[in-house]
């Protein structure tokens, strides 16, 4: 014969268990769409690009990102587009992630010469920035 208690109990884990296996599940499609929404809020500072983390060579000319070790991790961002803008005038670019910056803050970036002055003056050296990712296989 079947207790009181143990007939409650098969019959909460039973509930709990529709709830589970009805719970919808978030392709990777969604998380990228998800982190391409977060806006982070940080310093960027300027560099001179060579030969990047990504194993690309690009130039001062080039719109490039360095992200901060702490979120390059196995350079899963690599060639993804961030936007990034100042926050004391509102200017925005576009810039692909090509490298690391092992000096970076989590959410600080390193940019390129021509990324850096079309949101700020390169004499300055560090703006205050929000930046976020593009979708994957976005492109401006």
Not at 22 to 45: K, N
Not at 70 to 79: D, V
Request: aromatic share 10%; glycine share 12%; with cysteine.
């Amino acid at each position: 014969m079947v207790s009181f208690r143990t007939a409650l109990f098969a019959g909460c884990v039973t509930s709990l268990l529709s709830f589970v296996v009805a719970s919808p599940v978030e392709s990777d499609v969604g998380l990228v769409e998800r982190a391409a929404q977060i806006t982070h809020s940080g310093r960027a500072t300027w560099f001179n690009p060579g030969l990047g983390a990504c194993g690309f060579v690009d130039g001062d000319n080039s719109p490039i990102v360095a992200i901060s070790h702490l979120i390059y991790g196995s350079g899963g961002n690599c060639n993804q587009w961030m936007q990034v803008t100042n926050t004391a005038n509102g200017k925005s670019v576009y810039v692909k992630t090509r490298d690391e910056c092992e000096g970076c803050g989590q959410y600080d970036i390193d940019l390129s010469p021509s990324a850096f002055s079309s949101i700020g003056n390169l004499d300055t050296g560090v703006l205050n920035v929000q930046w976020h990712f593009m979708a994957k296989g976005w492109s401006p």
